[in-house]
């Protein structure tokens, strides 16, 4: 079914059993010495094990002041290299490739994490804070080089299979090829020739030290999708310079930290959608080129492959989500596969707040040297109280330890507030995830009643050893005078579910990711006036960029009314009244209120559940009100802790 992902592929005398690639993403796994932790190891294990054909390490620094953040990995030294010997030997026991991505952060460097300003080819200042580089000299470039040289040979001697050399994202190497960051009047700047000089230099260190039998790639930011940045008429003389100068493939992706909505799309940008920049490179080449980001699906993997846009498929935050993905779609298992929505709230997001990754739809991610659930010693009767996210979670782990699990769902249909948050536009990959919870639950066995409510009364009757309360969250109303009275508010979910049609001049009270969304979800009619009204000095803040982004885009050009630091002090059947920061009192006609004002926790039969005596957890958003993420692990880990 699918014979181009699965074809086999050599480069530089090494095969790739399958076109399936792991590329480079920050885990927060490594140390702040840059080796390899257990954790780290086992997580690339684990991808390893699930089929992939090769994977790309995270960006390795090639020198202690190159590095992004507290704990990414390095090769800037030999001491180093034990920890790391460990992984390439570990990946290679399953038939895997493993490249090591080689970088330097330049200007993104963090001035608290270097304890000095960073260096890059300019003086230009950083996308994240208000520090201005220092720029490098020539002297200190051409020691550069070597650095980059040295690690990858160091990388070889570890045994990996080669190197990427991170060449895109606003990272040092792109900081030289694009003219947006490189103002240099030397031999290194002006001219596409110039600004590839670097990279140039660098490629003849690493093959020079490192020889024919290693693979050398390089990733490209093809389009920076920022004012006077690299596009892609430009990036095609790039590649073939770079091919010239002795790279063995390409990596496409697109932007950088100033358009940072590119580097690590969401689920505003359609699957496969960056296959097409693949598409023109390859056109110009004739070494491999691989597609990246946003490509969860093997069927349109291998389209793209059909189509000769690409040689090789990354599936990044796809393996985070699913790291047996190249297994289960080789063998037929298309309902097993579990697909990355493109959320980015684990995997990007977090690392932001210097946390190690994370999962929204699966929780093994950073455990999976734990090693997979293990039967019970004694099967246990267990019942489970809401079939959103946490809940099935639970389900499902509590039966793979050999429990007998009944889910009771008061509705008529699982995800709880996930579910609603498959309406808006750009939100119903979402589904797929909900579908996947209940295949695995179908197949393992676990019993769902929906429209059953429990009662405190009704759950001492459940006759069960263990009792999971997974009820969920509630929208919650602001105390806003009229709203309660009002005709015509509801809340989000009402709308997005259907119970409540929509009027003609929709006000939205709350502007954080729900209300955006339900702005968006109503505005698709072009006849309705849409208005939302946010205390906060900003929409969306509770979002990851690359949604935030596109999703205000949208909604600008959806004509939708955003007003920000106002206060709403009244609702009536027909209008909205509300402060604007200057005092200024506005009232404006409104036909529906939606209030997008948050959540409230949701647990009714905790104190029930105490006094039965029954051992009890409480997880998800019966908990606090908070994101599926930490529904997610929450319901998980009950479940396995049985």
């Known amino acids: 079914m699918f014979d181009h992902l699965f074809s086999p592929l050599t480069i530089r005398g090494k095969t790739l059993k399958n076109r399936c690639v792991v590329p480079a993403m920050l885990t927060y796994f490594c140390d702040t010495h840059g080796d390899a932790t257990e954790k780290y190891i086992a997580y690339h294990e684990e991808k390893a094990k699930g089929g992939f054909g090769m994977i790309i390490t995270e960006d390795y620094a090639v020198a202690p002041k190159g590095i992004s953040f507290a704990t990414v990995p390095g090769l800037w030294c030999d001491a180093q290299m034990e920890s790391h010997s460990k992984l390439a030997e570990r990946v290679h026991r399953h038939g895997a490739l493993i490249l090591v991505q080689l970088f330097h952060s330049g200007m993104q460097g963090d001035e608290a994490v270097l304890h000095e300003p960073p260096k890059a080819p300019s003086p230009i200042m950083s996308p994240f804070g208000d520090a201005v580089a220092k720029p490098f000299t020539t002297e200190e470039i051409k020691a550069l080089t070597k650095q980059f040289g040295d690690a990858a040979l160091r990388a070889k001697k570890c045994g990996f299979d080669g190197i990427e050399i991170h060449g895109g994202h606003g990272y040092l190497v792109d900081q030289f090829l694009s003219p947006f960051m490189n103002k240099r009047l030397d031999e290194y700047g002006g001219s596409v020739w110039n600004r590839t000089r670097f990279a140039r230099e660098i490629i003849r260190d690493i093959r020079e030290k490192c020889g024919e039998n290693f693979i050398l790639a390089m990733r490209v930011s093809a389009d920076e999708f920022v004012e006077g940045g690299l596009t892609i008429e430009e990036s095609k003389v790039i590649a073939k310079i770079l091919q010239d100068a002795g790279v063995d493939m390409l990596d496409i992706s697109l932007g950088n930290y100033s358009s940072l909505e590119f580097c690590m799309a ?240 929709c006000v939205v009270i709350g502007g954080g990711e729900v209300g955006a969304e339900t702005a968006h979800f109503l505005a698709l009619d072009e006849l309705k006036k849409v208005t939302i009204l946010e ?108």
């Not at 597609?291 to 793209?304: E, K, L, Q």
């Not at 797929?432 to 009757?461: A, D, H, M, N």
């Not at 969306?540 to 106002?566: G, Q, Y």
């Not at 200057?582 to 529906?592: F, K, L, N, S, T």
């Open 535 to 642: 205390m906060r000095d900003d929409i969306v803040l509770d979002a990851p960029a690359a949604v935030s982004v596109p999703l205000i885009k949208e909604l600008k050009d959806r004509d939708v009314r955003i007003l920000t630091s106002v206060n709403v002090t009244e609702v009536k059947d027909d209008s909205v009244t509300f402060a604007h920061p200057d005092g200024r009192v506005e009232v404006i006609p409104a036909d529906m209120v939606v209030t997008a004002t948050g959540y409230r926790s949701y647990n009714p039969l905790e104190e029930a559940a105490k006094a039965s005596g029954v051992p009890y957890a409480v997880v998800g958003d019966a908990v606090k009100a908070r994101n599926a993420l930490e529904a997610t692990t929450e319901g998980y880990n009950a479940g396995r802790a049985i």
């Open 266 to 505: 969401s689920s505003h940008k359609g699957p496969g959608w960056y296959s097409d920049w693949a598409k023109e490179i390859k056109s110009v080449v004739h070494i491999p080129v691989m597609a990246v980001n946003r490509i969860n699906d093997p069927f349109i993997a291998d389209n793209i492959l059909a189509e000769g846009k690409s040689d090789l498929i990354a599936m990044g935050r796809g393996s985070i989500c699913d790291p047996h993905f190249p297994e289960k779609a080789r063998s037929g298992r298309i309902e097993d596969l579990r697909k990355c929505l493109g959320c980015n709230v684990g995997c990007v997001n977090v690392l932001w707040t210097a946390h190690p990754i994370r999962c929204v739809l699966n929780p093994t991610v950073g455990h999976e040297s734990d090693g997979p659930i293990t039967k019970a010693d004694t099967p246990k009767k267990v019942a489970v109280i809401g079939a959103g996210p946490a809940g099935l979670y639970a389900a499902i782990a509590a039966k793979q330890r050999g429990h007998e699990v009944t889910v009771y769902e008061k509705e008529s249909h699982s995800g709880g507030n996930f579910y609603y948050a498959s309406f808006p536009p750009c939100k119903g990959e979402i589904t797929e995830f909900l579908i996947w919870q209940l295949t695995q639950c179908r197949e393992l066995g676990v019993e769902i009643k929906y429209g059953t409510e429990i009662t405190p009364e009704s759950l001492r009757t459940l006759g069960a050893d263990h009792i999971i309360l997974a009820t969920g969250a509630h929208p919650s109303a602001a105390p806003i005078k009229g709203l309660a009275e009002s005709k015509i508010a509801c809340f989000a979910t009402d709308v997005l579910g259907g119970s409540v049609k929509p009027g003609r001049r």
